[in-house]
């Protein structure tokens, strides 16, 4: 592999699916730029691992980004999705030690398509021993859940956007814990859970809670030193649970909630 400098994959005629190997660019280390084929439809674990890949261009037919398909691909700086396709996608689930985009030190923006519909835990969260590179995330209407832990110690993360009509109904647990420059943040209109720890040691500095939202978590917005006010639709009804907001100590606005709990 370490002799690997260009890979092309011709179109097919067909509407064949393909497979690829797990590992199967591990320490290409001359290989910079990959353009997965059309009939993919699950990327699998370590596909990039140790490989000098910048730049992976996914095609529309891929459904399933695996629990640890880039994970150590440190040199991995952009990821373009192919428009089109009707199929869902799905980022699976990985765990603290090893998931999806674990080590993408170089990754910066994350836009992903349409057809979107979960973000798994811990799925860029790049581990204890690297420094998260990544500022903006786009967010499509089609993604119903983020998954817990997704964005765990994205530090640098100062750009989340929901798109319009969006599905979203759950940020999971500790799903943007310790975002710590992520500072204005519009939750989305159909979002009915903020999970526990959600927004813990984030860097927000006002909160709209849209009318749509049932539960705020506990310590969902613990520590968020920076938050100075809460706003909410005055009819919507809403249990906030233990230490939602414990230790906010600029926090002196709290309009328009009532609680149910």
Same mark, same amino acid.
């Given at each position: ?16 699916? @393909? ?9 290409? @280390?001359? =290989? ?6 059309? +009939? #993919? ?5 370590? =596909?990039?691992?140790?490989? +000098? &890949?910048?730049?992976?261009? @996914? ?5 399933? @980004? ?9 040199? #991995? ?11 869902? /996608?799905?980022?699976?689930? $990985? ?8 080590? $993408? &030190?170089? /990754?910066?923006?994350?836009? !992903? ?6 973000? +798994? ?19 499509? *209407?089609?993604?119903?859940?983020? $998954?817990a832990y997704a964005f765990e110690e994205c530090n640098e993360l100062t750009?989340?956007?929901? *798109? ?32 526990? +720890? *959600? ?11 849209p009318a749509s939202v049932k539960t705020i978590g506990s310590s969902a917005?613990?520590? %968020?030193?920076?938050?100075?006010? &809460?706003?909410?639709?005055d009819t919507a009804e809403l249990s906030v649970e233990k230490n939602a907001?414990?230790? %906010? &100590?600029? !926090? ?10």
């Amino acid at each position: 592999n370490k002799l690997i400098t260009e890979i092309i994959f011709k179109d097919s005629v067909s509407e064949r699916e @393909i497979t690829l190997g797990s590992r199967l660019f591990r320490n290409a @280390i001359n =290989l910079t730029e990959i353009k997965l084929p059309k +009939g #993919l439809i699950t990327i699998p674990n370590y =596909l990039t691992a140790n490989s +000098g &890949v910048k730049k992976i261009t @996914i095609p529309n037919t891929v459904e399933t @980004i695996s629990s640890q398909a880039f994970a150590d691909s440190t040199a #991995l700086a952009e990821v373009k999705f192919e428009s089109g396709g009707t199929a869902s /996608l799905v980022i699976a689930d $990985g765990a603290s030690y090893s998931n999806p985009f674990s080590g $993408g &030190v170089n /990754l910066k923006v994350v836009e !992903l398509p349409e057809r979107t519909t979960r973000i +798994g835990m811990y799925a860029f969260y790049i581990g204890n021993y690297y420094k998260s590179a990544l500022t903006t995330v786009k967010i499509p *209407a089609s993604v119903t859940e983020i $998954g817990a832990y997704a964005f765990e110690e994205c530090n640098e993360l100062t750009n989340v956007t929901f *798109a319009k009509n969006s599905k979203l109904s759950v940020i999971s647990t500790q799903a943007f814990v310790n975002a710590r420059n992520l500072k204005t943040l519009e939750l989305p209109d159909n979002l009915q859970m903020v999970g526990d +720890g *959600a927004f813990m040691y984030s860097g927000i500095r006002t909160l709209k809670v849209p009318a749509s939202v049932k539960t705020i978590g506990s310590s969902a917005f613990y520590n %968020c030193v920076n938050l100075t006010s &809460v706003t909410a639709d005055d009819t919507a009804e809403l249990s906030v649970e233990k230490n939602a907001f414990a230790n %906010c &100590v600029s !926090l002196n606005l709290f309009t328009g909630v009532r609680l149910v709990s």
